[in-house]
């Protein structure tokens, strides 16, 4: 005879949010968003695949000047552009913004708050949820270009460390981006076009002014450990490393840590509080 | 969890962990100072303390196409042609390849050992060596030409000596660096077992057919580089520069910086430069062609800056040159 669990006692924070979790990930992987990050993330992998089949024919895939450009540095540079530059911050936003807003949006979130579960732990589930979906579909995807790049002119030996930092800062840039948009998914009303100003126009514009404005940014601590060098191919990517300060590791990881768990704690605790009023 | 689900995480980490693993392999394995690609001879002749390694492959440097534009922008000179006429070798036919290292703590000349691979007439070297004034002696099986040069009556004079190590090479360069390069080649002590250099070397040999690696400080303190400008450039501890000659001339430079803050600090200091650069050479095509090139590369404690002088600039430098020479009236044959 097996203990039933009694249908009074509430489960804990944790047990609900790991059943959100199993709940919204299915729900996240086979969605139209799936379809906008393969797409995201396909791009640089399909890129890898033609530049290493030009590689294997003998043509040079990218020149300066004549000069043939290994594949670390055109890894590197696949790394700055495709992942941490447009990638991370843009599924962040898509995928953040959307936990609550989308509940909201198809007037579904009355079932969820309707369970007897915390309502933090729904806003964690689905930010667990995200994580999962985004990072098993970046990592891999990351694996594979250097897979690709590397061999060509390169060693995979001399550059597993650098590939092993860009799997971990990859991980925590949308570790932090997922909790600071979802944050704003849970409070703004318009969470999408708040998020997309912020990483567009907001960390952009901050990213080459000197001072201090940059520390307002996830960008400046995330960039900072990034283990290539900074393409310097647009004028404004020259801009910006002209006024370029590198943090610190540890600097960069405590501030990302106390964003993301901030944002993580404020974003649980406006969807405890808030009233949502559902348009009719 | 579906079993979809299931599937598409088990097969996304399968694909993370193939390639971690593959890297992780491949780290030991290329960690290993193992089939090493300067599989250079000479190099048993460089002591494994020696603070710089260069080389050129002169042989495919003086056939380039970038030699013979060259050739129309210097002077020929008559030197090159009197050691053709005494010593019997002509450096453009006679040398393969030359190996120099520098070994530290003396001045570069005297502290320096320069291995020369090629074809000579050991007896016309020797004959001329000794009409003046050179000594010769065997040395562990060595023949060496010793002859004192500068201030004799010192205490401590140097002695340029010539050694010839086996059949086609030979060895230049103050006594005792000669004898301590014969040294490590007897004992097997040389920069092979250094495995720091090695791996240096090992990753510039196949970039270019001539390169140098060193340690960073011994370099800078023997070119007298000013403590001012020291102490505005991030610490480096090796560097290593090679470049590929051909119809133009492309290369490399990197540094191994101390820690990976010290190498964006440098990315910094190099990026600011080329910024400058770009700024200052205006509208002039042929430079802005050359400082496109440039591209600052390397990731983690590494920083690199790669570039390509393109054949147009050495036509570029020819015109320039034949243009001085009409304006200095020194009627010199004009090149094209």
């Known amino acids: ?280 | 969890m579906t079993r979809g689900i299931r599937y598409f995480l088990t097969g996304s980490a399968l694909v993370v962990f193939l390639g971690l693993g593959t890297g992780l392999i491949a780290y030991y394995n290329g960690g290993l100072p193992i089939g090493p690609r300067a599989a250079n001879g000479d190099l048993t002749f460089v002591p494994a303390d020696a603070s710089a390694v260069a080389f050129a492959d002169v042989r495919a440097i003086m056939a380039s196409d970038f030699r013979q534009k060259l050739r129309q922008v210097l002077p020929t000179g008559e030197e090159l042609a009197k050691f053709r006429d005494e010593l019997g070798v002509d450096i453009e036919r006679d040398i393969d390849t030359v190996t120099a290292a520098y070994l530290g703590g003396q001045s570069a000349p005297e502290g320096g050992v320069v291995i020369v691979r090629g074809r000579f007439n050991t007896a016309q070297i020797e004959t001329l060596a000794t009409q003046h004034g050179a000594v010769a002696e065997d040395y562990k099986g060595m023949r060496l030409l010793s002859m004192a040069t500068g201030d004799t009556t010192a205490t401590h004079h140097a002695v340029a000596t010539v050694a010839f190590l086996n059949a086609g090479s030979l060895a230049l360069g103050e006594a005792s660096a000669v004898k301590k390069a014969i040294d490590a080649n007897a004992s097997g002590d040389d920069v092979r077992k250094n495995a720091e250099m090695m791996n240096l070397i090992n990753d510039v040999t196949s970039t270019g057919n001539a390169w140098v690696v060193g340690r960073f400080d011994a370099m800078t303190n023997q070119a007298g580089v000013p403590a001012e400008i020291m102490n505005h450039l991030p610490p480096v501890n090796l560097f290593a520069a090679s470049v590929h000659v051909n119809g133009g001339l492309n290369g490399m430079v990197r540094a191994e910086a101390r820690d990976d803050k010290a190498a964006e600090q440098l990315r910094d200091v190099v990026r600011g430069a080329l910024a400058a650069g770009k700024l200052m050479t205006g509208q002039n095509p042929k430079m802005d062609a050359m400082l496109n090139s440039l591209q600052i590369t390397g990731s983690g404690k590494t920083v690199g800056l790669t570039f390509a002088l393109p054949s147009e600039l050495l036509e570029l430098l020819n015109g320039v040159a034949a243009a001085h020479q009409l304006g200095n009236g020194t009627g010199g044959v004009i090149h094209k």
């Not at chain 1, 695949?49 to 540079?77: E, Q």
Request: aromatic share 10%.
């Open chain 1, 1 to 280: 005879m097996t203990d039933a669990p009694r249908p009074s006692a509430s489960p804990s924070f944790m047990y609900a949010a790991s059943r959100v979790f199993e709940l919204s990930i299915g729900e996240m992987l086979w969605s139209r968003r799936t379809v906008f990050m393969g797409l995201v993330v396909g791009f640089p992998v399909l890129a890898a695949i033609v530049l290493r089949l030009l590689s294997s024919l003998g043509v040079a895939p990218i020149t300066v000047n004549n000069h043939g450009v290994d594949g670390p540095v055109i890894f590197g540079l696949m790394i700055w552009i495709f992942f941490v530059r447009i990638s991370v911050p843009v599924l962040g936003v898509f995928y953040g913004t959307s936990l609550i807003a989308d509940e909201v949006e198809d007037k579904t979130i009355t079932y969820l708050f309707s369970r007897p579960i915390p309502r933090g732990a729904v806003l964690v589930g689905k930010y667990l949820a995200y994580l999962a979906c985004t990072t098993f579909v970046i990592l891999p995807a990351v694996v594979i270009v250097w897979l690709l790049m590397i061999p060509m002119g390169g060693s995979l030996g001399a550059s597993f460390i650098d590939l092993t930092k860009d799997l971990v800062l990859l991980a925590i840039g949308l570790a932090v981006y997922g909790a600071l948009f979802a944050l704003a998914g849970a409070a703004l009303k318009r969470p999408l076009l708040s998020g997309l100003v912020f990483v567009l126009g907001w960390e952009q514009i901050a990213m080459i002014l000197p001072g201090y404005l940059r520390q307002l940014t996830v960008a400046h601590y995330l960039q900072g450990m990034v283990p290539h060098a900074m393409p310097s191919n647009t004028p404004l990517s020259l801009i910006q490393g002209m006024f370029r300060e590198v943090p610190s590791l540890s600097e960069s990881l405590i501030s990302l840590g106390l964003i993301m768990v901030v944002s993580l704690w404020l974003a649980a605790r406006t969807v405890t509080r808030k009233e949502y009023v559902l348009e009719q």
